[in-house]
C-alpha cells in the first residue's frame, strides 16, 4: 500500500509563501511513472485540483493560482512539492497529496494552511 506524507502546512499572513512537500513510499520506479497532483478543500468546500505533474513532468494548474503556485517533482527523492506565494486568504484550506497510476489512486492525509488576512 502506498502511503504519501504531507508536510508544511502552517499559519501565514496574507502576501507570505509556504512550501508543502509530500514523500510516497514506495519504489522509485512506481514513483517515476505515476502522475502526482495536490489538491484542497476549503471548509464547507467540494475538494479542488490545484496542480498537477504528470510523469513526464508537464503540468496545469487552477486558474485561481497561476503565478502564485508551482508544482515540482524530485524522482530521486520520491517527493512532490508545492511553492506557494502570494498566499491569499481564500487560499486557506487543508491540502492533500494525490498520486495515480493507472486505475489506482492514492491520497495523503492532508496538511492544513491557514491564511490570516
Known amino acids: 500500500q502506498v502511503q504519501l506524507v504531507e508536510s508544511g502546512g502552517g499559519l501565514v499572513q496574507a502576501g507570505g509563501s509556504l512550501r508543502l512537500s509530500c514523500v510516497s513510499s514506495?519504489?522509485?520506479?512506481?514513483?517515476?511513472?505515476?502522475?502526482m497532483a495536490w489538491y484542497r478543500q476549503a471548509p464547507g468546500k467540494q475538494r479542488e485540483l490545484v496542480a498537477a505533474?504528470?510523469?513526464?513532468?508537464?503540468?496545469n494548474s487552477a486558474d485561481s493560482v497561476k503565478g502564485r503556485f508551482a508544482i515540482s517533482r524530485d524522482n530521486v527523492k520520491n517527493t512532490v512539492s508545492l511553492q506557494m506565494t502570494i498566499l491569499q486568504p481564500e487560499d486557506t484550506a487543508v491540502y492533500y497529496c494525490?498520486?495515480?497510476?493507472?486505475?489506482?489512486?492514492?491520497w495523503g492525509q492532508g496538511t492544513a494552511v491557514t491564511v490570516s488576512s
Open positions: 494525490n498520486r495515480r497510476l493507472g486505475h489506482n489512486a492514492f
Open positions: 514506495g519504489s522509485r520506479l512506481l514513483f517515476t511513472a505515476s502522475d
Open positions: 505533474i504528470t510523469r513526464t513532468s508537464s503540468v
